[in-house]
């Protein structure tokens, strides 16, 4: 029995395990397929939790099992069909806990959903669907019983996370940071505009509401037809501002290049996806959204690739020690990209206030 065999048999799952191949793109967690043998045992998704930043993993998997409790629950208030396909399962480990701790890392482990997929780029009809399907999650989530904790304090603090880059800046750790002043200049210009969020909260304007907080578009299951089927990668589910689910979908989404693009000229904020995401995350949040959070829409397209030009920048200042990197210049290709896309956001944020304004009606 190899290492991550043997992870797996702490777990209570059905079947042989036949093969573990790693799955998926994500920057922190390392995620694996485990396949088995027999017909009718389900295939699991097995995952290291990266502890370095989940510090709290007892935290972390109590928010997921509260998050999927509750969706379950509602999904079964609604008569909905095929549970098991729109949320995840996690299985308990022989502690009973939904984790396992080997020692030196903490794993988990989750049942696969067949003929389901992930996609990094979707055209409007799918952006459309996915907009309904946050919107959904958040309005599902507004009741949940049990307060979830911060699993990273702070997540989407902009405030926070220009601390963090002015850190960096000033222990310049690995001697990057006259090479990248020019994006620190650009940065500098927008914080305060950037910081509206943070402000308008302490003004008691603005609430946090439960979100999922990592909406790429590569977080979402669709059938075979395109329906979304579930939202994954829960382990940033909290409360936030709504602008951090719609933000960060379009920072993915919309853009018509790669978050890594070296070629700047791929890269711009694309409206169709705009419009089709807004049009379905309105069309199923508009019920609870105050008109702050509606009007404000338009600020948090362009705060994502803000907030995320301002963590790979200050990751690379670093000396890359938060994202996973390819290259030691990734972190600066993923900087100048977001800042791209920063850029032609900002270019189309009056385009996006009119469309806002007339979905409204
Ligand atoms: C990380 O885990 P993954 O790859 O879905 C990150 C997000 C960033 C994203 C950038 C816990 O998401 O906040 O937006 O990379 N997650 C964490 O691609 O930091
Ligand atoms: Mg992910």
């Known amino acids: 029995m190899n290492n991550l065999q043997s992870i797996v048999s ?9 093969e573990i191949q790693p799955l998926g793109s994500g920057l922190i967690n390392d995620t694996y397929k485990v396949t088995t043998l027999e017909a009718d045992a389900p295939d699991y ?4 939790i990266n502890h370095a930043i989940f510090q709290n993993v007892e935290m972390l998997q ?4 509260a998050v999927t409790r509750h969706i379950r629950k509602k999904l079964t208030e609604q008569g909905a069909d095929d549970i098991d396909r729109k949320v995840l399962s996690f299985i308990p480990a022989d502690t009973g806990k939904t984790y396992w701790y080997d020692g030196e890392n903490y794993w988990r482990i989750m049942t696969f959903i067949p003929n389901a997929k992930t996609y990094e780029t979707v055209d409007a009809e799918y952006s459309y669907y996915a907009g309904v399907a946050f919107g959904n999650f958040q ?14 304090p702070d997540f989407h603090n902009m405030e926070f996370r220009l601390k963090q880059l002015r850190d ?20 500098e210009k927008r914080a305060d505009e950037m910081c509206k969020g943070e402000r308008l909260y302490r003004e008691g304007k603005l609430p ?13 299951m669709f059938d075979e037809d395109g329906k979304v089927l579930c939202v994954i990668d829960l382990d940033t589910v909290m409360p ?13 989404a919309a853009n018509t290049g790669a978050e890594d693009d070296e070629n700047l000229d791929n890269v711009n904020f694309n409206m169709e996806i705009f419009k089709a995401f807004a049009k379905g995350y309105l069309e199923s949040a508009k019920v609870f959204l105050l008109p702050l959070e509606i009007e404000n829409l338009p600020y948090a397209a362009a705060l994502f690739p803000y907030m995320q030009c301002v963590r790979f920048l200050a990751d690379y200042i670093n000396g890359d020690t938060y994202y996973k990197t390819k290259y030691p210049e990734h972190n600066l290709v993923r900087t100048k990209a977001q800042f791209k896309l920063l850029q032609s956001a900002e270019e189309h944020t009056p385009e996006m206030q009119e469309f806002i304004k007339a979905s409204l009606g």
């Open 10 to 18: 702490h777990f209570n799952t059905k079947g042989t395990v036949n």
């Open 45 to 48: 998704v097995l995952q290291r």
């Open 62 to 65: 109590a928010n997921i099992e």
């Open 139 to 152: 309005a599902m989530l507004a009741d949940i019983p049990d307060t979830l904790g911060e699993t990273i």
């Open 168 to 187: 960096a800046v000033a222990a310049d750790a690995v001697g990057r940071v006259k090479e990248v002043q020019y994006y620190l200049d650009e940065i």
């Open 208 to 220: 946090k509401r439960v979100c999922h907080c990592d909406t790429k578009v590569n977080n979402m």
């Open 240 to 252: 936030n501002f709504i602008f951090s689910d719609f933000g960060d979908f379009l920072r993915s």
